[in-house]
């Protein structure tokens, strides 16, 4: 089945910590993950995905296929990253999958 | 700016009475899809069209109809609202086949009395 895991609820960190905010998803094909976020009285908007390699607002995953996972990090957390996450799995055509999120607080 | 627009941003309803949420964009996108979203939890995807090719999901209830007149347009009909379909409902558009990054609207929030 495809399915796509973020095992936490709520992450709280205080600033200034590292943060990881973990997915961990299941498909048999060859997978297209991003994650989006959504901050406060905001829409959800794409932060990173996975085939660009690139660091956004600070932020990276790493696509682990042994593992299947795609865990969002930061080394240093700021207040404004302050949001919900959602870990997404493209599975081809136009179906994407997303995960139930991670509400991200920073705490001063 | 181009971007995804949804009216209204919350629409109340009453049991079994018909309603209509609109979409509508500016990026000039192929594609448009339309997903419920419950209380804490992960976006579901309903049905997406792909310029006029509308794609159900499996799961989607017959009670759910959607139509697109034009490309900057979509309209997500609930023929007979149940107290269950009280959900927030998320328009997103994506350029043709790259269907995993999306631009989404701002929502909808339905209740339903």
């Known amino acids: 089945a495809q399915r796509v895991t973020q095992p936490e609820k709520l992450l709280s960190v205080f600033k200034g910590a590292p943060v990881e905010l973990k997915c961990n998803y299941s498909?048999?094909?060859?997978?297209?993950l991003f994650w989006y976020v959504q901050y406060s009285r905001q829409r959800l908007q794409l932060l990173l995905r996975?085939?660009s390699r690139e660091s956004i607002k600070g932020f990276t995953a790493d696509l682990n296929k042994g593992e299947t996972s795609f865990h969002l990090k930061k080394p240093f957390a700021q207040e404004e990253d302050s949001a919900m996450y959602y870990c997404?799995?493209?599975?081809?055509?136009?179906?994407?999958?997303f995960g139930a999120g991670t509400r991200l607080f920073v705490k001063a | 700016d181009a971007m995804v627009i949804q009216n209204p941003r919350y629409q109340v309803t009453q049991f079994g009475k018909p309603v209509t949420l609109s979409c509508s964009q500016t990026?000039?996108?192929?594609?448009m899809y339309w997903y419920q979203q419950k209380s804490s939890q992960a976006p579901k995807l309903l049905f997406h069209?792909?310029?006029?090719?509308?794609?159900n999901e499996a799961d989607t209830p017959d009670n759910f109809q959607s139509r697109r007149p034009n490309t900057s347009f979509c309209f997500l009909d609930i023929r007979s609202p149940g107290l269950g379909d009280a959900a927030m409902y998320l328009c997103?558009?994506?350029?043709?086949?790259?269907?995993?990054?999306?631009?989404f609207g701002p929502g909808t929030r339905l209740t339903v009395t």
């Open positions: 997103a558009t994506s350029r043709g086949m790259e269907g995993g990054e999306q631009y």
């Open positions: 997404a799995l493209h599975t081809g055509g136009f179906k994407t999958i």
């Open positions: 069209y792909y310029d006029k090719d509308f794609n």
């Open positions: 498909y048999s094909g060859s997978p297209e």
């Open positions: 990026l000039n996108h192929n594609v």
């Open positions: 996975h085939i």
